[in-house]
């Protein structure tokens, strides 16, 4: 009974003990003549779980939502955000439209800028002219 004792000691210091090993091991000490200082352990064990307090608490009056309104409050939630999701769409996409426009202008504005230019080159050279004479000079 002794060495049945030591070894479920042994198994319970080394946290290998199945609960009916450490319910036979409280018996056997409760039985054996030794082991004074591990019948003082286990009836310390015993003291607290007697001392544990048995606490009530008040029931709370809380009061429950009704599933049925979460989840319509959760539907009106999703619509209004994929309403308001859509119109920041639609305002980017309108954006994005304008500044097309804007680009394509200034794109149209280079190009008869440049049309102007190489058209008034001829001009360029009556700046070398000295006079009124030489102009007309020239067109004889």
């Known amino acids: 009974m002794n060495e049945r004792i030591e070894d479920l000691l042994a198994k319970y210091y080394d946290a290998e003990t199945s609960l009916a090993e450490e319910q036979e091991l409280r018996v056997l000490l409760k039985s054996a003549e030794n082991f004074e200082e591990e019948k003082a352990f286990f ?23 009704n599933p049925t309104w979460i ?8 619509l209004i955000g994929s309403f308001w999701g859509w119109q920041m769409y639609s305002q980017k996409q309108a954006e994005q439209a ?10 149209l504005i280079q190009t008869n800028l440049s049309k ?5 080159e001829p001009m360029n050279n009556l700046k070398y002219l000295n006079t009124t004479d030489q102009i007309i000079g020239q067109s004889k």
Do not use: C, T
């Open 43 to 65: 009836g310390i064990l015993a003291d607290f779980k007697k001392e544990e307090p048995q606490v009530k608490l008040p029931e709370s009056k809380v009061r429950k939502l």
């Open 71 to 78: 989840s319509w409050a959760a539907s009106v939630a999703i």
């Open 98 to 107: 304008a500044y097309q426009e804007v680009m394509m202008a200034f794109d």
């Open 116 to 120: 102007g230019k190489e058209q008034l």
